[in-house]
C-alpha cells in the first residue's frame, strides 16, 4: 500500500488535473465516496437520524458539503455546521451553493451556546469531522476544539474525511480534543497517521476511497511512502531449496560484547541463527566463550583478547578482517563499547567491503567518526533507535519525529547506506529515495535487547539474500511479527527480548501465509 504525506497528495492532485480531471471532480468524487462509505460501515443508520456534518473552510470543508448532499438527496436528515466562519475557499463555496433547495439546516458555530452545542452532537446519529483534513498542525482551539469535544462526547458514530481534525498528518502529532473516528475515509492513498502509533487509535476503521488519480500518478509521487506488510516482508525472504548444503544459506560473522556486556552479541547471534544463515561465527571476548557455547552450541567462536579497557583491542582487526572476507553478512557493535580499540575495529570494517550492518556500539563509534562511512566499501544497513539516529545526523529526536521520512530518506540517500530507524513504527529508507514504515509490533518490544535480536536477524538475511534492502524489509516485518506472537502468548509486560527470538518460526509461518498471526 502507498501512503503519501501532505505535499505529496497535493502533487498527486495537481498532476491529475494535469492529466485531464477537474479539482472540483475529485471533490465531488470524494464527498460521494465518503456519504457511500459512512453508510456501508453503518448499514442500520435510520433515515430520521441526524446526520451532522462539521465542516471547515477549505477543501476538507468542500468535500463534506459534496456528502451533505449526497445524504440529502437520499433522503437522510443532515445538518451542517461551520466551524471557521462563513468565508469558504472557491471550491467548498460553489458546493455550498448547490445545498440550495434541499432540506439540509446550516449555521455557524458561534451560533450554538455550550448546552446547545453538547445537545446538538448528543442528538446525531452520525458526526462526520469534515473541518480540516491533511491541512492540520498545531493545536486545536476555538470553535473547533469545542466542537470535537463534544463530538468525542456523544454516543453517534463518528467518521473523519482524510484526517481526522487535531492530528498531523506526517507525523501522528495529536492536539488533546482530536476527533476520535470511528471510521476514516481516506482519499486516494493512505497517509503516514493512518498508520503511526500515536495517532492510529484516533482514525477507527480506515477505508481508501478511489476519487480517479491514477496509480500510476499516486506512485510517481514524491515522498511516497509504503507501507511494510506481509506479502512485501514474504517476497524478500531468502527461498531453501531441498537440494542445498550450509554453504548455501551464507555465513555471517556476529562481532561485539565486552568485559561488562556479552548477552547483546549473544542475543544477536542466537536470533541470526533462527533467520536460516548457514553458518554464524561469533567473534567475542575469549573469557565469553564457555557461556556462548552452552547458550549457542551451534555456532563457531572467533575468541578474541580485550585490552586494559574492557574492549577489543586495535589488533582484533586483522582476524576479524580475515573472517570478515570470507563472509556474506557481518555485524558489528552489539555491547562492544566504544574506545580507541573499537574505533579501530569499525574502520577497518567498513573499509574491508565486507557486507556490514552497524548497530549500537558500532553506531556509537560512527558517529564519533562519520566520514567512516563515507568510506565505506561494501554496501553498509544502519539500525539506530531514535536517539542514536540523533547522534549520527545532527538533529534533536523531537526534530526526527516530527519528520521522520525526510529525515531517513536524507541521511541514506546522502551517505549511500540502508537505513533503518527504529521506533514503535521503524522506517526503512533506501539510498535511491524509497521509503518503507511498518505498522506491525507492539509496546512489549520497547525492552533491552530488542533491537539487538533485529540486528542479528538482519545480518542473517542479508548473508543469505545479499541484498541490504531486501533482508532490511524482511528483518523489520518479521522481528515485529515475532513481537506480536510473544506478546499474544505472554502479554507485552511479561515477554522479553530472547522470547521474540522464541516466536520467529511464529513469524516465519505467517509470512508464508499462515493464520498463526494476523
Not at 435510520?46 to 446526520?51: A, C, D, G, V
Not at 456534518?53 to 445538518?79: E, P, Y
Not at 498508520?195 to 510517481?220: M, N, Q, T, Y
Not at 521522520?404 to 533506501?430: C, I, P, Q, W
Request: glycine fraction near 10%; proline fraction near 5%; charged fraction near 20%.
Amino acid at each position: 500500500m502507498m501512503i503519501l504525506q501532505a505535499a505529496s497528495m497535493k502533487w498527486a492532485e495537481t498532476e491529475a488535473v494535469k492529466a485531464g480531471t477537474t479539482y472540483a471532480v475529485l471533490m465531488e468524487k470524494a464527498g460521494i465516496a465518503a456519504a457511500r462509505e459512512i453508510c456501508a460501515a453503518k448499514p442500520a443508520l435510520r433515515k430520521e437520524e441526524l446526520i451532522l456534518i462539521l465542516c471547515g473552510k477549505g477543501n476538507n470543508g468542500g468535500d463534506g458539503l459534496v456528502a451533505a448532499r449526497a445524504f440529502a438527496r437520499q433522503g437522510r436528515r443532515v445538518r451542517v455546521v461551520y466551524l471557521l466562519g462563513n468565508r469558504l475557499s472557491p471550491l467548498a463555496a460553489e458546493n455550498r451553493s448547490l445545498l440550495a433547495g434541499l432540506p439540509v439546516r446550516e449555521a455557524a458555530a458561534e451560533e450554538f451556546d455550550e448546552f446547545e452545542r453538547e445537545a446538538l452532537c448528543q442528538s446525531a446519529g452520525v458526526i462526520v469531522d469534515a473541518c480540516f483534513g491533511t491541512g492540520f498542525s498545531g493545536e486545536l482551539r476555538g470553535q473547533p476544539a469545542l466542537w470535537m469535544a463534544a463530538a468525542n462526547r456523544s454516543r453517534a458514530f463518528r467518521a473523519a474525511l482524510d484526517l481526522p481534525s487535531g492530528m498531523d498528518c506526517g507525523n501522528g502529532f495529536c492536539s488533546a480534543d482530536t476527533f476520535r473516528a470511528d471510521l476514516t475515509i481516506t482519499f486516494a492513498a493512505a497517509k503516514p497517521a493512518h498508520f503511526l502509533k500515536r495517532s492510529a487509535p484516533f482514525c477507527g476503521e480506515v477505508r481508501a476511497a478511489d476519487i480517479g488519480i491514477g496509480a500510476e500518478i499516486l506512485a510517481a509521487a514524491p515522498g511516497g511512502v509504503s507501507l511494510l506488510g506481509r506479502e512485501l516482508a514474504a517476497r524478500c525472504i531468502p527461498p531453501r531449496t531441498e537440494d542445498s548444503n550450509k554453504g548455501s544459506y551464507g555465513r555471517m560473522l556476529a562481532v561485539g560484547g565486552c568485559a561488562k556486556m556479552t548477552g547483546a552479541i549473544l542475543m544477536a547471534a542466537m536470533a541470526a541463527m533462527r533467520c536460516g544463515v548457514g553458518r554464524v561465527t561469533a567473534a567475542i571476548p575469549e573469557k565469553a566463550v564457555p557461556l556462548f557455547g552452552s547458550r549457542l552450541p551451534e555456532a563457531v567462536y572467533l575468541p578474541l583478547p580485550l585490552a586494559e579497557d574492557g574492549a577489543f583491542p586495535a589488533g582484533a582487526a586483522g582476524a576479524l578482517l580475515e573472517e570478515a572476507a570470507a563472509s556474506r553478512g557481518v555485524l558489528l557493535g552489539c555491547g562492544m563499547s566504544v574506545s580507541d580499540g573499537t574505533m579501530a575495529v569499525t574502520r577497518a570494517l567498513l573499509r574491508s567491503g565486507a557486507p556490514l550492518v552497524l548497530d549500537a556500539d558500532g553506531l556509537n563509534c560512527l558517529a564519533r567518526e562519520p566520514e567512516m562511512l563515507d568510506a565505506a566499501r561494501g554496501p553498509v544497513i544502519l539500525t539506530p533507535h531514535m536517539a542514536e539516529f540523533s547522534r549520527l545526523c545532527g538533529k534533536t529526536v523531537e526534530e526526527i519525529k516530527a519528520d521522520r521520512f525526510s529525515a531517513a530518506a536524507e541521511y541514506a540517500r546522502s551517505h549511500g547506506a540502508v537505513l533503518v530507524l527504529k521506533d514503535s513504527n521503524t522506517v526503512v529508507a533506501a539510498p535511491d529515495g524509497r521509503l518503507w514504515m511498518n505498522k506491525n509490533g507492539n509496546s512489549g518490544m520497547a525492552k533491552a535487547g530488542s533491537g539487538d535480536v533485529l540486528a542479528g536477524m538482519t545480518a542473517s538475511l542479508l548473508a543469505q539474500c545479499g541484498d541490504p534492502v531486501q533482508a532490511a524489509l524482511a528483518a523489520v516485518y518479521l522481528h515485529a511479527a515475532a513481537g506480536d506472537a510473544a506478546a499474544a502468548a505472554l502479554t507485552p509486560y511479561c515477554m522479553t527480548a530472547t522470547d521474540i527470538i522464541a516466536h520467529l518460526p511464529d513469524a516465519f509461518r505467517a509470512a508464508a501465509g499462515s493464520p498463526a498471526i494476523s
